[in-house]
């Protein structure tokens, strides 16, 4: 912490199963139940055919390649990540889904490597081998001394938030919750008798007032409170009404930051009573390459979110965002027209946001509050 300003990375969705795994020093069962791929080196193949041969196997900083140089550079106080992939070697594969996602657990050190504070468990594919893979995924990151929010052997620990002490005295408090619009079964809700995920069966006002009860029994003095959502569909910039309502009434309740993902790619980005909203972070490590459809989404970009909050108000003190390009399953530096791409994209579907290019090639916002702000030294 710098200034009195807590810095946060965020990204959307790290999914290092399937293909990706394959190319780690510890490949899991290849094996698939897809409707068209039954081989999960046929991903790896996808990408080569895109893009050139990817070597395998590859060391744990590959998948990262550039997002650890932003990580270093940028010294971020907390690092979040939505971690979409069961870790396990189960076989027991979810019924009526149609693609699961597992990694190794041999391979966290292609997680590790990036040192995340919080992995974000609340979504769609934590439970793809079922509740024996996620009480293994528990077990595996539990053992590699990372905390997780999201997903637990009871209610108690699925909705419990992660603490992240800061410099200062302070703590980050992340808090996870998957929406059933993203694809959830409602059964894979924790409860008494099962394990299970954070569950929101539905974006309503009395959901929001729950949630934000859950957040003032939590919450000491001096705390930041983070909310990471994964909620809505794959494709498309139209943000639903009840999930801008909802983060509007989390805000209202005091949380200083939403963070939502689900999408492939990036969404709205909202600053709402000086708060940062983010509707979709959109993908940031997968094995998605050489997949066709969808073009015009560009969701070969990624984007590395490093968002500062004061830390004795919670508000918006300025948000940097590192576009980056998935290229032979690695993260590269996102070449300029691609940059002007993103930033005018994102300017254009972020209502009351403006978005500039830095003369560094990241991406920043422009807001009156935040100006109004940074005019008056705070």
Not at 12 to 27: E, K, N, S
Request: neutral net charge.
């Amino acid at each position: 912490m710098t200034g009195g300003v807590v810095t946060l990375f965020l990204c959307g969705d790290v999914m290092l199963g399937r293909g990706v795994d394959q190319i780690l020093a510890h490949p899991g069962s290849p094996r698939l139940r897809e409707d068209w791929v039954t081989d999960a080196r046929d991903y790896v193949r996808l990408a080569e055919s895109a893009h050139g041969p990817v070597p395998a196997p590859v060391g744990p900083s590959w998948p990262w390649g550039e997002a650890l140089r932003v990580l270093a550079e940028s010294g971020p106080d907390v690092r979040v990540v939505n971690l979409e992939t069961s870790v396990t070697r189960c076989d027991a594969f979810a019924p009526d889904k149609a693609i699961h996602y597992r990694m190794h657990p041999a391979n966290l050190p292609a997680l590790t490597v990036a040192r995340p504070d919080v992995c974000v468990l609340a979504n769609n594919h934590v439970l793809d081998f079922g509740r024996p893979g996620l009480a293994e995924t528990l077990r595996s990151l539990a053992g590699a001394g990372l905390r997780t929010a999201g997903a637990g052997h009871d209610p108690d620990e699925a909705y419990a938030p992660a603490a992240v002490p800061v410099p200062g005295g302070g703590r980050v408090l992340v808090f996870a919750l998957g929406a059933r619009s993203s694809g959830i079964p409602p059964d894979w809700a924790a409860s008494r008798a099962v394990a299970g995920v954070a569950y929101l069966p539905e974006l309503s006002a009395a959901t929001a007032a729950a949630v934000v009860r859950h957040v003032r029994r939590a919450r000491r003095a001096g705390d930041l409170v983070v909310v990471s959502v994964h909620w809505g569909s794959n494709w498309g910039y139209r943000v639903p009404r009840d999930q801008t309502r909802f983060a509007r009434a989390l805000v209202d309740g005091g949380v200083d930051l939403v963070h939502g993902h689900s999408s492939h790619h990036p969404r709205p980005v909202e600053i709402y009573r000086d708060r940062l909203v983010l509707h979709g972070c959109g993908d940031f490590i997968d094995d998605y390459e050489g997949i066709s459809g969808h073009a015009e989404y560009r969701d070969d970009l990624r984007i590395a979110w490093l968002v500062r909050l004061a830390a004795d108000t919670g508000r918006l003190a300025g948000l940097t965002m590192v576009p980056l390009r998935a290229h032979r399953m690695r993260l590269e530096e996102a070449p300029p027209a691609d940059r002007a791409w993103l930033r005018a994209t994102l300017d254009l579907i972020s209502p009351g946001v403006r978005v500039a290019e830095a003369p560094d090639g990241t991406l920043t916002v422009v807001h009156p509050a935040l100006h109004q702000r940074r005019a008056a030294g705070s």
